[in-house]
């Protein structure tokens, strides 16, 4: 079994504060695949990065930020500098050589970027 | 368009009648999922399609739920004798490379009374 845990429910930000979505993973796989989604109130969601897990090396896009570390089981997204535009739900999610080709994602994070 | 197509975008439904949620993924994406996102929560997946065949169908909650996916481009979920539990969104996605980047469509909007 897997499972995606985001703790934080709601943040609430200033702009031009950074922010950090925290997601911890659970998966028995050795070989997995780690994804962030952005959820706008349009409803669609937006692909924003996926890592394998052979590769803990950080990325950075732009504002965006991704820190994955194995010890802790953790994929952890930071904004930097947020904007009003970032205001969305963000969801962490998981799928392994084990689940079928099913991607888990987590119970999101609802980001308000106020000005 | 160039993205994933979801009609209808709402539907409204009374209990026991049976609805169906139609799929156009982007074209030339063999693999095509369905997911139910109810509010508040993160998206649970239903069914996987690999071309025509349902490669996974673990997450359809049970019988009355059924998609298909005849000529391995559009697909159809079809839920029968709806019960107020089956209201949610319903998303649809699409990809080209398994696992890689879902592409989403905006979601059907099923409301059971």
């Known amino acids: 079994a897997q499972k995606v845990t985001q703790a934080q429910t709601e943040i609430s930000v200033v702009e031009k504060e950074d922010v950090t979505l925290d997601c911890v993973y659970e998966?028995?796989?050795?070989?997995?695949?780690l994804f962030w989604y952005k959820q706008p109130p349009s409803g669609e969601l937006v692909f924003l990065i996926r890592?394998?897990?052979?590769?803990?090396q950080n990325e950075i896009s732009g504002r965006y930020s991704w820190n994955f570390q194995k010890s802790t089981s953790s994929f952890n997204f930071t904004i930097t500098a947020s904007q009003v535009v970032d205001s969305a739900v963000y969801f962490c999610?998981?799928?392994?050589?084990?689940?079928?080709?099913?991607?888990?994602f987590g119970s999101g994070t609802q980001l308000t970027v106020l000005p | 368009g160039a993205g994933v197509s979801q009609t209808p975008s709402n539907k409204v439904t009374e209990k026991g009648k049976y609805v169906e949620l139609r799929c156009d993924p982007i074209?030339?994406?063999?693999?095509l999922y369905w997911y139910r996102q109810s509010l508040g929560q993160g998206p649970e997946f239903l069914i996987y399609?690999?071309?025509?065949?349902?490669?996974?169908d673990s997450g359809l909650p049970n019988d009355r739920f059924f998609a298909v996916r005849p000529e391995g481009s559009v697909s159809t979920l079809k839920i029968q004798r709806t019960e107020r539990g089956d209201s949610a969104v319903y998303l649809c996605?699409?990809?080209?490379?398994?696992?890689?980047?879902?592409?989403f469509g905006e979601g059907s909007r099923l409301t059971v009374l």
């Open positions: 996605a699409s990809s080209s490379q398994v696992p890689g980047e879902l592409f």
């Open positions: 998966t028995r796989d050795t070989t997995y695949y």
């Open positions: 890592r394998n897990s052979f590769d803990e």
């Open positions: 999610a998981l799928t392994s050589s084990g689940s079928a080709r099913q991607l888990t």
């Open positions: 074209s030339g994406h063999t693999a």
């Open positions: 399609f690999q071309g025509t065949g349902a490669a996974d």
